[in-house]
C-alpha cells in the first residue's frame, strides 16, 4: 500500500505495468485488474481512471506471482503537480 495526498480535486489515470496478474485499489475500493504482460514488464500498459477528492489516500497493488522474478510499475498521472507522495 502506498499514500498519496491531493491538494486539490484530481482527475486522472492510475497506470499499471505488470509482468503478472494483478489487482489494484484507491481507498479499499477496487478500481481495477489485469493479467500482466508475462515475461516483458512495460511501464503504462494499463491505466484506469480515478478521481482524488483533496486530502490523503491509500493505493494497493495485490500482485498474484506466477513466475520467479516479479517486477511492476504503478504511478499516478500528475501533469498539474497536485499530488504528493506520503510517508
Known amino acids: 500500500t502506498a499514500k498519496v495526498t491531493a491538494s486539490g ?6 497506470l499499471v505495468g505488470s ?11 477496487p478500481v481495477g485488474d489485469g493479467q500482466g ?7 503504462d500498459a494499463e491505466g484506469f481512471p480515478v478521481t482524488l ?3 490523503e489516500h491509500a493505493v494497493t497493488l495485490t500482485l498474484k506471482a ?8 504503478l504511478r499516478l498521472l500528475d501533469p498539474d503537480r497536485k ?3 506520503g510517508r
Open 9 to 14: 480535486p484530481v482527475t486522472t489515470k492510475l
Open 19 to 29: 509482468v503478472d496478474p494483478f489487482t489494484v485499489a484507491l481507498d479499499g475500493k
Open 37 to 43: 504482460q508475462g515475461r516483458r514488464l512495460a511501464p
Open 53 to 55: 477528492a483533496p486530502g
Open 66 to 73: 506466477t513466475g520467479a522474478t516479479p517486477g511492476v510499475y
Open 83 to 85: 499530488l504528493t507522495a
